[in-house]
């Protein structure tokens, strides 16, 4: 089999997830939503665009720090936030990933839905973070969140709005996957032809949404709990709420037109983050690569750009810069690491996007993060 340090490229962490993970937790990552049209898209529009580069160009020295959201990082990629890390790896979880970043020199958003407390993640990983909210039902819940969030270290909110309710994903009803994962013969016999991840699964705790644990409602599940919790009736007023409960860096996660992205700033958030969650809510939504130049035109540098979905090369991370953002995130690109080999994985993983946008930018004849502007961009017709 196929070792993590052989692993050329983040497909070949795929595979590698694929051999470890039980087929529903592997297809929980790899699916999303209805007949996944915005999923494949989301990679093949990064394919469509083409790069053109400047020849004879001195590249001994390149830069790839950027300042996001107030932070600096070595890389202009970081950690999208992704519920239940434990899921894909039972021991690791949360740390592995929170501390892989850390050491790659990237921030770490965590999910609100994370299977280890926040609490927990600052003292295995100290320093700066930034957490994910949503706007839910119980806005008591929520502000206690933030003040947890701020106790905890954390420096910025994502605030994900592209989630008035769960996407359709099929795959999880075909595996009858939930969240922790019920016993029935299909998850039994899955889990049953992967006993690594099984054994690992058995001798760590159970796996739950951790921030609270502490409310007693939350024994039906992550999905209950989540489908208890969201509120359909949220509209800018709540993310008005949010701006001004929570005084720190703000992002608003999930924005997919130019006129949200003007509002998002208006608003007063600090980045603008262009999403169409890794293709898993609402399906035939365009590849964000696609509608992200509208929106940096619109956004005239008022506030900063993030873009996630699709990016699993170097160079598609150039593009997104390139074509207006400052930075993007990474979903199942650190995920499929994490899944195969913990911490180590996720390192490899973050290896591979830094050596891939090392090599990308040296070929462009591009040395710095602001150097990668949309001239090298060549759009096929
Ligand atoms: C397994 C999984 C769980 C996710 N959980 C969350 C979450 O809890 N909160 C959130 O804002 N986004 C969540 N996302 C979306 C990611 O933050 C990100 O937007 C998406 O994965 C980017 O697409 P990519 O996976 O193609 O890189 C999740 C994505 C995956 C794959």
Not at 153 to 169: C, H, K, Q, S, Y
Not at 333 to 342: F, N, Q, S
Request: proline share 4%; aromatic share 8%; hydrophobic share 45%.
């Amino acid at each position: 089999m196929l070792q993590l340090s052989r692993a050329r490229n983040i497909a070949d962490l795929r595979l590698l997830a694929r051999a470890r993970l039980p087929r529903m937790v592997f297809d929980y990552i790899d699916g999303g939503a209805d007949d996944e049209v915005t999923l494949r898209r989301n990679t093949a529009a990064f394919r469509d665009i083409e790069l053109v580069w400047d020849t004879l160009k001195d590249v001994v020295n390149i830069d790839t720090s950027v300042t996001l959201m107030g932070e600096t990082m070595r890389s202009p990629f970081f950690i999208s936030p992704t519920a239940s890390s434990r899921l894909f790896h039972p021991r690791g979880g949360e740390s592995a990933v929170a501390r892989a970043a850390k050491a790659a020199g990237v921030m770490y958003a965590c999910s609100t839905l994370a299977s280890i407390s926040m609490e927990e993640l600052d003292r295995v990983a100290p320093g700066p973070k930034w957490f994910q909210v949503y706007v839910w039902k119980d806005r008591e819940l929520v502000a206690e969140t933030l003040a947890r969030a701020k106790a905890a270290g954390f420096t910025g909110i994502i605030l994900t709005v592209d989630l008035p309710v769960a996407g359709n994903r099929e795959r999880d009803y075909a595996n009858d996957f939930t969240i922790p994962p019920k016993v029935t013969w299909r998850t039994a016999s899955q889990a049953l032809a992967r006993p690594g991840y099984l054994y690992d699964l058995m001798t760590t705790p159970r796996i739950g949404t951790a921030n609270f644990a502490h409310l007693k409602k939350l024994d039906g599940g992550l999905i209950d709990f989540v489908n208890a919790q969201f509120d359909r009736g949220v509209d800018w007023n709540g993310a008005a709420w949010m701006r001004d409960t929570w005084k720190g860096k703000l992002a608003i996660k999930g924005i997919a037109t130019a006129s949200d992205a003007r509002r998002a700033v208006e608003l007063g958030a600090d980045a603008v983050w262009v999403s169409n969650h890794g293709g898993r809510q609402l399906d035939t939504a365009p590849a964000t690569i696609d509608t992200l130049p509208a929106i940096a035109d619109a956004v005239r540098g008022d506030a900063e750009i993030v873009l996630d979905s699709g990016v699993r090369r170097g160079t598609d991370i150039v593009k997104a810069l390139a074509l207006g953002a400052n930075a993007v995130a990474l979903g199942r690109g650190y995920l499929w690491g994490l899944a195969a080999g913990g911490e180590a994985g996720v390192a490899r993983a973050l290896t591979i996007f830094d050596e891939e946008l090392r090599r990308a930018m040296a070929l462009l004849g591009r040395t710095s993060i602001a150097a990668l502007t949309p001239d090298i961009v060549f759009k096929r017709s």
